[in-house]
Nanobody
Framework: VQLQASGGGLVQAGDSLRLSCAASGSFFSTYRMGWFRRAPGKEREFVAAIGWSGRTHYADSVKGRFTVSRDNAKNTVYLKIDSLEPDDTAVYYC???????????????????WGQGTQVTVSS
């Protein structure tokens, strides 16, 4: 499984951004997927996850501003971020949830394949 994250960039506080994660493979519709981020000087943290049925789970810190979605026809999962804040500055990673993992998959060990990350920088 290969994952390619994209859509990051330099944005202004208050803007919106949609990140994409394209996945290889013929069984994407059965994958559960997640997003993490690593801010400068901090540990990588869970952001959001989406199940194969569209069920979602979010970190408390991003509820209301982040929306995870998927398009199985395009083998792609998205993360839309509204009202961007400087504290959202981070490298954002997508990853696939292990088949045997319970829900919600909020720790790094719950994932088996990772994308390379896409940088989001929010200026104030």
């Amino acid at each position: 499984v290969q994952l390619q994250a994209s859509g990051g960039g330099l944005v202004q506080a208050g803007d919106s951004l949609r990140l994409s994660c394209a996945a290889s493979g013929s069984f994407f519709s059965t994958y559960r997927m997640g997003w993490f981020r690593r801010a400068p000087g901090k540990e990588r943290e869970f952001v959001a996850a989406i199940g194969w049925s569209g069920r979602t789970h979010y970190a408390d810190s991003v509820k209301g501003r982040f929306t995870v979605s998927r398009d199985n026809a395009k083998n792609t999962v998205y993360l839309k971020i509204d009202s961007l804040e400087p504290d959202d500055t981070a490298v954002y990673y997508c990853a696939r949830v292990r088949n045997t993992q319970y829900w919600p998959p909020i720790v790094e060990g719950a994932y088996d394949y990772w994308g390379q990350g896409t940088q989001v920088t929010v200026s104030s």
